[in-house]
């Protein structure tokens, strides 16, 4: 059976409306893309949804009271609440440089979670 999805393509600023035709769980087509971004964003997007995760952790003896990190690059979208869990009681001692892995493999994702904030030791 035919299945239509219509989603905002987030590739791009352009945020062209998409329409993606299903069978079976299998994209036949994307439409409405007006750049190869789009038509990626679409088909992952219906497939296999992912995201990157962003949040704040605090530092222990750091000039900041608090970090900022980020899954180093996307991971599944059902995994979001559980990252969001292994972040909840997290701290961080000071010094902390822009990319230090702060949990390496984040709930079997593959995927790190790294720092996006240099922090000093007070």
Known sequence: ???????????????????????????????????????EYAKKEVTNPRRTVTSI????????????????????????KECMLALKNLKVKAPINIGDIIIADVCDTGVSIIATKAVKRR
């Open 1 to 39: 059976m035919k299945e239509t999805k219509n989603l905002i393509c987030i590739g791009c600023p352009m945020g062209c409306p998409l329409t993606v035709e299903m069978k079976d769980g299998q994209v036949l087509s994307v439409a409405g893309h007006t750049c190869k971004r789009g038509e």
């Open 57 to 80: 952790i605090p530092v222990v003896g750091g000039e900041l009271e608090m970090i900022s990190v980020k899954t180093k690059s996307d991971i599944p979208k059902n995994k979001i």
